[in-house]
């Protein structure tokens, strides 16, 4: 990895042949090369010039507001030359110089996977990217990745029809559905067909409430459920989707109208976050997970109030497949008693589940739960592990 950094922006490129495998650097390429020395376009050229044909992975990122923006200017100008070399791209730049990719297109026969921040300044905030800056990428023969960060209000982007796997503002790509091999979307926003929504001559799906069919869309992250009442994706196998007080009363029937429509969706695997930890999992648990049988993997994260989930979790007719529950920022219940009818809840259903991972908040919560699961344990009728946080393990199995 090369970088090339200062003046307020950074610049790393990694030169890499991938049909054997191998990484590639020039002779005594340093790790980090600072300001000092020939000017940033002259040792990206040579940086370039000593990779001879690798394919090139392009990272370009702009650190902060303050950076020196024809320097920058100088070194995408550069890597814009060579686009017909890129595999990945990583852009973090504003939207001047967002409009120097313009030569590029039609010039990028390698690129596979496409990562775009638009560093918006306030003064840019409503003004759209050029039509022929949004169309940059739609004649990539080989994207199949794009991930649009930061692209609320820009326009309608495009892409090629084959892409596989899209992450982005819903109104960034207005018309989801011409992208019908799509596996995997990402999808940001709360009300994509809630009101008329133009940039230019570009008019987004919020004209009408329509349903966007995706066939083979398997995987699906949302950031508000209320984008799920506009889809129907007969293929999903995986949701995870956030919500808030405002959308926990809807949620029932949209869930219900999503399977009704997407006819042969089986959901195996289910993550829901609240953003509210006051809100209570009664409307949740009883209706939309008691239509659920399907699920294998349940991840509940941000429920303070779950004694309707563990009431049910004990009886035999609720998500018989579930095979792996996962609760994240979870408070142990206070009383031992309470805690005790927890435990006794999900190992009840311990015959078919084969791990339980709960996340909680502090370190004495961990140390109790394992203890009182210790026992369990030892029998290996499962795996039932407390950690503390998201990621840190502290104690288990």
């Known amino acids: 990895m090369w970088r090339l950094e200062g003046c307020g ?22 790790s980090s090369l600072c300001s000092a020395g020939p000017p940033y376009n002259t040792r990206l050229k040579t940086m370039i010039l000593r990779s001879e044909q690798c394919p090139l992975d392009i990272a370009f990122e702009l650190v902060h507001h303050n950076y020196n923006e024809d320097m920058a200017a100088q070194a995408l100008s550069v890597i814009v030359e060579v686009s017909h070399r890129w595999k990945t791209l990583l852009l973090h730049a504003s939207l001047p110089l967002l409009d120097l990719l313009k030569p590029a297109r039609g ?3 390698r690129l596979e996977s496409l990562a775009l921040n638009a560093l918006v300044r306030n003064m840019d905030r409503w003004d759209p990217m050029p039509e022929d800056t949004r169309s940059v990428f739609v004649d990539a023969p080989r994207l199949e990745t794009v991930a649009l960060q930061d692209s609320h209000d820009l326009g309608n982007f495009k892409f090629p029809l084959h892409i596989t796997h899209l992450a982005g503002c819903a109104d960034s790509v207005p018309n989801l559905e011409i992208y019908q091999s799509l596996v995997e979307c990402h999808l940001e926003g709360r009300e994509i067909f809630g009101n008329i929504y133009q940039v230019g001559d570009d008019i987004s799906l919020r004209q009408a409430p329509i349903h966007v069919f995706l066939p083979n869309v398997r995987r699906l992250f949302l950031s508000s459920m209320q984008l799920l009442a506009h889809l129907c994706l007969p293929s999903l196998e995986d949701l995870t989707f956030k919500f808030d007080r405002r959308d926990a009363p809807d949620i029932p029937l949209i869930m219900k ?17 609240s953003s509210d930890l ?7 648990i009883q209706d939309t997970l008691l239509f659920m049988d399907t699920l294998v993997y349940l991840d509940i ?11 049910l979790l004990a009886s035999d007719g609720f998500l018989p497949n579930l095979q792996h529950l996962q609760l994240s920022c979870f408070l142990l219940p206070s009383s031992q008693g309470s805690l005790n009818t927890m435990i006794t809840s999900i190992t009840s259903h311990s015959q078919k589940l084969r791990s339980v991972k709960i996340y909680c908040l502090g370190h004495d919560d961990v140390a109790n739960f394992n203890q009182n699961v210790a026992p369990l344990q030892q029998l290996g009728q499962f795996s039932i592990t ?9 104690s288990g199995t």
């Open 9 to 30: 922006f950074i610049l790393s490129p990694t030169l890499v042949t991938y049909s054997a495998s191998l990484s590639v650097f020039p002779p005594r390429a340093p």
């Open 301 to 311: 994260g941000h429920f303070w109030r779950l004694d309707n989930f563990f009431a």
């Open 278 to 284: 006051d809100v209570s999992d009664q409307s949740f």
């Open 107 to 109: 010039k990028i026969p």
């Open 257 to 273: 109208e999503f399977i009704s429509r997407s006819t042969g969706c089986s959901l195996t695997r289910l993550a829901v976050h």
């Open 386 to 394: 407390a950690l503390k946080g998201r990621d840190q393990k502290t």
